[in-house]
């Protein structure tokens, strides 16, 4: 109600604005971190506080909104079409996906100098295609996309809203049928003829360094009273059910919140208060014990390769 009573907007500037949202408090402060560090005042920040944890202090320069934890889609669209109405350039980013490099803002001045762009993806999805005109084309994705507003809110008047209906191929074989945040829309501006960018593999690289599906290692957190309650989940269910994606994939989550509770105590000088959060030896511990019911592809390497690499730049 307080949110929507104000309704803030960023001033105009030639800036792009950037906008994150988070439910992890440790997260934001690692993120913002490397955020700073690499973009310099050289974009705006807006962070949706979704766990109303957050301080402003804490993050000099960025417009905190304390916000509901309502769809990704629902925050991207509040923000491109209110909170950045005065900016050409509305960036969203997943709050684990860590920009790395000054880079991303050259990326975005050249790739927007085309007038023709809408977005410019530096992540796209990897497992299904758009099919256009015959063509197979990756998914933007909206993990780390900046939008041109110019096209896509006052021209187009779009939505990052998900939707049904999605039949486009995929070179594993497994069916979208939906459309995610963004898909849609994006699917919409290429078949009107505009350029949806996605940057050289090299080039994402370079910028970025991200962790996958954390939400949902998140809310185990906030449900969990101790590290034994928590631990106790991944112990307690029949061996072979690791087989499946759910168990290793909130396992590997967990994981990477413990490097994020690394980074931010180094950061910070003493640990987030996560008291459900166990120790990594114990995760791992399990992980191990479990490792003759994993599938090939089921291993730590992203989230191994994502932690040295943050820890290397701290």
């Not at 699917?187 to 949902?216: D, H, M, N, W």
């Not at 957190?221 to 269910?237: G, N």
């Not at 994020?260 to 166990?278: A, D, F, R, V």
């Not at 791992?284 to 820890?311: G, Y």
């Amino acid at each position: 109600m307080s949110y929507y009573l104000t309704r803030p907007a960023l001033p105009e500037s030639d800036k792009p604005a950037l906008c994150t949202m988070n439910i992890l408090p440790p997260m934001m402060t690692v993120w913002y971190h490397f955020a700073r560090r690499s973009l310099g005042d050289g974009a705006d920040i807006v962070i949706f506080d979704c766990s109303g944890k957050l301080k402003s202090h804490d993050f000099p320069g960025a417009l905190v909104l304390t916000f509901l934890n309502l769809y990704a889609a629902t925050k991207c669209d509040e923000f491109l079409s209110h909170i950045a109405r005065h900016r050409r350039i509305g960036w969203i980013c997943d709050d684990d996906m860590f920009l790395m490099s000054p880079a991303c803002l050259e990326i975005l001045r050249r790739e927007f100098a085309d007038p023709r762009t809408a977005s410019v993806s530096f992540r796209p999805r990897e497992w299904w295609e758009f099919e256009i005109d015959g063509k197979r084309i990756k998914p933007s994705s909206s993990y780390c996309t900046a939008i041109n507003r110019e096209i896509f809110v006052a021209r187009e008047h779009l939505s990052l809203a998900p939707a049904d209906g999605n039949t486009h191929p995929s070179p594993i074989g497994k069916s979208p049928k939906r459309y995610d945040t963004f898909d849609k829309a994006n699917e919409i501006l290429l078949r009107k003829g505009y350029r949806c960018a996605i940057v050289p593999k090299e080039e994402e690289e370079k910028c970025t360094a991200a962790f996958s599906g954390l939400s949902g290692a998140v809310m185990l957190l906030w449900y969990f009273r101790t590290p034994k309650e928590t631990l106790d989940y991944f112990r307690d269910p029949p061996a072979k059910q690791w087989g499946g994606t759910l168990l290793f994939g909130l396992l590997s989550a967990m994981l990477s919140i413990c490097t994020i509770q690394e980074l931010y105590t180094k950061l910070k000088g003493k640990p987030y208060p996560l008291p459900s959060l166990p120790a990594r030896k114990e995760l791992l511990n399990i992980l191990e014990s479990r490792r003759q019911f994993l599938r090939p592809e089921q291993n730590l390497e992203q989230v191994e390769r994502t932690s040295e690499r943050l820890r290397a730049n701290l």
